[in-house]
């Protein structure tokens, strides 16, 4: 935890930029009947009854101090998903970074050996000299910023049906353009010394 919130308190360098990146699926739903429109006193209505068009992934790098989001939709989150997302936040995102430093889960698939599973030697290795993966503890998902998007996401884009994986992506995008036009930031103000305060219950102790 700790480690985590000493990176969050680093002063901001384009250079060495920030990323919190997580996973997460949602479901696409179709409706069986065209929904009853919006009328005045009255909400949209629809039918209970839906079509399932699947579950897909949704992969999410947050840089917070920076305002800029990705987020990616693909049809599984296996190691080699995983480490080709790397690959375009490091090769398209931020080309011109010296060295990314990445906050995510304990998940199996967060780790440099995924690289090596996606990739020849030589590129995973250019891949991996890039990175400074930083792990949240275990049920301490909550440190990353990255579920901030997440639920931003969900309720302004995804809480409703989308016919198909074409209207997934499609309004994903219109929300990440959007929302990175509007450079919304994450002030993190956690600190450790808040830590050690807030959660001393979770510190050894040793006594006066």
């Given amino acids: 935890m700790e480690q985590v919130l000493d990176v969050y308190q680093?002063?901001?360098?384009?250079?060495?930029?920030?990323?919190?990146?997580d996973e997460s699926s949602t479901q696409v739903l179709s409706d069986v009947r065209a929904p009853l429109p919006l009328q005045p006193g009255h909400v949209r209505k629809e039918d209970s009854h839906y079509h399932r068009q699947g579950v897909?992934?949704?992969?999410?790098?947050f840089?917070?101090?920076?305002g800029k989001r990705d987020v990616t939709v693909t049809e599984r989150r296996t190691k080699v998903?995983?480490?080709?997302?790397?690959?375009?936040?490091?090769?398209?995102?931020?080309?011109e970074a010296e060295?990314?430093?990445?906050?995510?889960?304990?998940?199996?698939?967060?780790?440099?050996?995924?690289?090596?599973?996606?990739?020849?030697p030589a590129e995973a290795h250019r891949l991996a000299?890039?990175?400074?993966?930083?792990?949240?503890?275990?049920?301490g998902s909550w440190l990353n910023m990255a579920?901030?998007?997440?639920?931003?996401?969900?309720?302004?884009?995804?809480?409703?049906?989308?016919?198909d994986h074409n209207a997934l992506v499609r309004e994903v995008r219109a929300w990440t353009e959007a929302r990175n036009r509007a450079h919304t930031t994450?002030?993190?103000?956690?600190?450790?010394?808040?830590?050690?305060?807030?959660?001393?219950?979770?510190y050894p102790n040793f006594g006066d």
């Fill in 10 to 21: 680093q002063p901001y360098d384009p250079q060495h930029p920030v990323i919190c990146m």
């Fill in 56 to 61: 897909w992934n949704l992969f999410v790098a």
């Fill in 63 to 66: 840089e917070p101090a920076a």
């Fill in 81 to 95: 998903d995983w480490a080709h997302y790397v690959k375009k936040i490091v090769d398209e995102r931020y080309p």
């Fill in 99 to 120: 060295r990314l430093t990445l906050v995510c889960d304990q998940l199996n698939t967060h780790t440099r050996a995924s690289l090596y599973e996606a990739f020849a």
């Fill in 129 to 139: 000299r890039k990175l400074e993966i930083v792990h949240t503890p275990k049920h």
């Fill in 147 to 163: 579920e901030i998007e997440f639920s931003a996401l969900s309720r302004q884009c995804l809480e409703r049906r989308l016919a």
């Fill in 186 to 202: 994450v002030h993190w103000r956690f600190t450790t010394a808040d830590a050690r305060i807030k959660l001393a219950s979770l």
